[in-house]
């Protein structure tokens, strides 16, 4: 959940990082190795601190199944739109569910530092460009938003650089 008391981050506070409750980066190898993909400092302890609160909650607090962040039923849908899908087990949109409310706060949380860094407080497209730009895990995503749309152009275009008058 959105944490407004402590730096505003999702479950990962920047004062629980930077309290030190971080892992260390070393922590996060193998398939754990693009955690901090593009992240330094204060980012990476918080985005590791997030993904450590997460395995942390998935391997010890009982879940209530019932609940969800994201529908079910669009979900299922979603995984019926593949014509080689046949049957859909109970579990699979439970955990599609849980692994894109992982996927959508991760990259909030990325476009978030982005839009800081920039002195904003409103996500912009080029900020979840820029997110995905960082690291290449998100690299499945080309097609959708271009790396051009991560570092916006300030040119005129042709148009508007005639003299005014004329």
């Known amino acids: 959940l959105y944490d407004s008391g402590h730096g505003g981050h999702y479950g990962a506070s920047a004062a629980i990082a930077a309290q030190g409750h971080a ?33 942390t909650k998935l391997e010890t607090e ?8 994201l529908p079910l039923a669009r979900i299922k849908k979603v995984m ?5 899908v046949k049957m859909i087990s109970a579990e699979a949109p439970i955990l599609f569910a849980k692994g894109c409310d992982i996927f959508i706060t991760e ?21 979840i460009a820029s997110a995905l730009a960082k690291s290449d895990m998100f690299d ?12 916006p152009s300030h040119k005129r275009r042709p148009e508007y650089n005639a003299p005014v008058g004329t």
Not at 62 to 69: I, S, V
Not at 80 to 84: C, I, N, R, S
Request: aromatic share 10%; hydrophobic share 30%.
């Open 23 to 55: 892992p260390p980066p070393e922590t996060f190898t193998g398939h754990w190795q693009n955690v901090s993909q593009g992240l330094s400092g204060p980012y990476r302890d918080i985005l590791n601190t997030y993904w450590q609160n997460q395995v």
């Open 107 to 127: 990259l909030t949380m990325r476009a978030w530092i982005h839009a800081e860094e920039n002195k904003r407080r409103t996500l912009q497209r080029s900020d």
């Open 140 to 151: 499945f995503l080309i097609d959708i938003v271009p790396r051009e749309d991560a570092t």
């Open 62 to 69: 009982e879940h209530d199944y019932k609940l969800h962040q």
């Open 80 to 84: 019926k739109a593949d014509p080689e």
